[in-house]
């Protein structure tokens, strides 16, 4: 599914985490996969250093290791309550979802 950022909202100030999330995305299309309509251009020009694909990586595996943690939960308490705090818009609810669980981002 794919999300359109809008500009000048909520969504755009969690810019960085977008990006990186996207960046992971095109790296490691096997093990990421997320879609966003936006316009990244600007980020792109500073996004080229080590530190930056470091912190790409680590957001891609902070969303991971949580979607692993929710579905090993799930799958023993499916009809959990999973309230995912600082999340940067990502997208663990949709790939948790197990059609009976709630999921509050």
Not at 25 to 54: A, I, W
Request: charged share 25%.
């Amino acid at each position: 599914m794919k999300y359109k950022i809008e500009k000048n909202t909520v969504q755009e100030t969690l810019i960085i985490p977008l990006y990186s999330r996207k960046l992971c995305s095109e790296l490691y299309p096997n093990l990421y996969r997320d879609e966003m309509d936006y316009d990244f251009s600007q980020v792109e020009k500073k996004s080229h250093g080590l530190m930056q694909r470091f912190g790409s990586l680590e957001v891609a595996m902070r969303q991971n290791d949580l979607a692993w943690e929710v579905q090993n939960y799930l799958a023993d308490h499916p009809d959990a309550v999973v309230v995912n705090l600082g999340c940067g818009l990502d997208s663990t609810g949709r790939a948790c979802d197990n059609g009976s669980c709630k999921i509050y981002n």
